[in-house]
């Protein structure tokens, strides 16, 4: 604890300290988001919660121009005392059931830029083909080969390189726009074994629609989400939800920003700009994937892009 038992005392004895607390215990929160459920404005919310940074009671974290303050976990009766009050205040002014409005108000913009962005220029060119046809030599490197699963697929971009290498591939993308795209490419690139799905990689009928259509009944052997986690309103639950997917043995592979201050990229669908590497081994960890690996590709690709990867217990 990083104040006196006196100051904690004073620190805690405010109601609107509480409702901060309670609220940032539910979920990281940006500071806009915590002026939006409490009614406040923005400089309000960073001088209330500026105290409780300083007590070592509120974590955080900038994300491009962004401020997320975070609860700290701390084993400390007084402060679940707290704790406890503060939801008992935010549940009767409504704020706490409101944070679940907030996080799907994340991905809004994102849904829409998707639904309504252009088609990438120059996917899917037949330049590609020379390099995909010697693809099948490395199927023996790969210990099971019956189910791939690209989650956000957007106009299949990786699926003529799973196509080859797995028995079945199924890709996933949120976006009916984007799907009806990628069907047509894949009429063009005859990939008789690839099949689409319209949803997103929590729906919780998809582990079973992947074994009705996909044959995957234990699972799959590899689920990607190339360029998708920093799309995700709650990256910990979507690479969670993709574990999910995933059989006994199966891997999952991230493909992501590093962390960066672009904040142009809002305006394309981006929610999250990039994850520090410590950040998403932590996500692995919490999905309880084994032998994971994080570590920057040598790429042209600004910003500049990450690969993690992990086996399901």
């Known amino acids: 604890m990083a104040v006196s038992r006196a100051d904690l005392f004073r620190l805690l004895g405010d109601e609107d300290r509480l409702r901060l607390l309670a609220l940032c215990a539910e979920e990281e929160l940006t500071v ?3 002026a939006q459920l409490l009614g406040e404005s923005q400089p309000q919310v960073t001088k209330k919660s500026q105290p409780l940074r300083e007590g070592g009671l509120l974590a955080a974290r900038k994300d491009g121009t962004r401020t ?14 707290a704790l406890e009050e503060g939801r008992v205040l935010c549940g009767k002014d409504g704020s706490l059931a409101r944070i679940a409005v907030i996080v799907a108000q994340r991905d809004e913009m994102s849904r829409q830029f998707f639904d309504h962005c252009p088609d990438a220029p120059g996917a899917g060119d037949a330049g590609v083909h020379e390099l995909l046809s010697w693809l099948p030599i490395l199927a023996p ?15 299949g971009t990786l699926l ?7 028995e079945r591939v199924m890709g996933i993308d949120r976006s009916p726009a ?11 690139w005859g990939l008789p074994n690839v099949r689409l799905r319209e949803g997103d990689v929590e729906d919780p009928g ?18 990607v989400m190339a360029r998708v986690v920093h799309h995700a309103a ?5 690479i969670a939800a993709a574990t999910r997917l995933l059989r006994a ?3 999952l592979v991230v493909v992501d920003y590093l962390a960066h201050d672009d904040e142009a990229l809002r305006a394309e669908g981006d929610i999250w700009l990039g994850f520090e590497p410590a950040r998403l081994r932590t996500w692995f960890e919490g999905a309880r994937l084994d032998a994971i690996e994080v570590y920057p590709l040598p790429t042209p690709q600004r910003p500049a892009l990450q690969l993690a990867f992990g086996h399901k217990r």
């Open 32 to 34: 806009g988001e915590l």
């Open 68 to 81: 997320l303050l975070k609860t700290q976990v701390v084993d400390d009766r007084v402060v679940e005392a």
């Open 141 to 155: 490197l790969l210990p099971r080969r019956e189910l791939a699963v690209d989650v956000g697929t957007g106009e």
């Open 160 to 166: 003529p390189l799973l196509s080859p290498l797995y």
């Open 178 to 188: 984007r799907l009806a795209r990628c069907a047509a490419r894949l009429a063009a």
């Open 206 to 223: 998809l582990a079973q629609d992947l074994a009705s259509r996909g044959g995957g009944a234990q699972g799959a052997d590899l689920v």
């Open 234 to 238: 709650r990256p910990a639950d979507a």
């Open 249 to 251: 043995g199966g891997s």
